[in-house]
């Protein structure tokens, strides 16, 4: 398996160095698209990504993203066993551990269990490595929206190195934070690197907004419903995000003045002991379940 994925070089913006042509990316990309909508799935995803965002926080960003990739389109092929907390922890440690393997990055597995969770050998998670490879049908080179940007950029006929390398720049941004809205995996990878990019340069080029959006929609290969939908949420999300920063620094600085106001009491009462919370101990639960029933036998 180690040896199998450690010869094929690959890079997130060029998924497919033996045909990697314009028209083949947008003629695959919909083979790669996850199918995700289940109510039960969202809810293991969003657990499983804050797992791999845990484990994957010492590389590279991409293998993170590639990581999720993979347990999206994983998520799309099968039903998530309920109350399996090991098994949730599991598929997280094997996408990380492919997508380290497919961008020939050095790791030990004693990097994913140093924090007291569930504990794997080798061997069991070599097993839901290749349980993942079936489902994905060994497809491990992934057409994403880092595939497109390149390709959408000259449209804004930008000149300036450093404007186009800013304006990518901030579309690669919006890409990694567009990752986690389980809504915006209906759309394509080449329409959501499109509606990045449009976000990112009305940030940057308000003015020049109408231009760049006539643009791109004027490609052959852009749906221009899709995108102006793919677009619209984008910058719901962002509205909502920047409301949400809003409300936690107004709910942290009710806290602050919360804790002031509570030893300004403590020290007008004269009362020199303090008063400590605990905090409530961890409890390692273990799973009687076996994993044979869920795990290919080799």
Known sequence: ??????????????????FNTIPSLFLLESDHMPTLKATDDVCFREEAICLISQFSCKFHPFISYLAVNYLDRFLSSQPMPQNKKWVLRLIAISCVSLAAKMNRTDFSLADFQGDGGFMFDARTIERMEYLILGALKWRMRSITPFSFISFFIPFLKLKDPALRQAIKARAVEIIFKAQTVTKLLEFKPSIIAASALLFASHELFPLQFPCYHKAISSCLYVHKENLLKCYKWMQKIGKEREEGSMMDMASSWDTAVNVLDQQFSCSESGNGSAITTAAPGVRRERDEEKENEWLPQQ
Do not use: G, R
């Open 1 to 18: 398996m180690q040896c199998a994925t450690k010869l094929m070089k690959f890079n997130l913006e060029n998924p497919l160095t033996n």
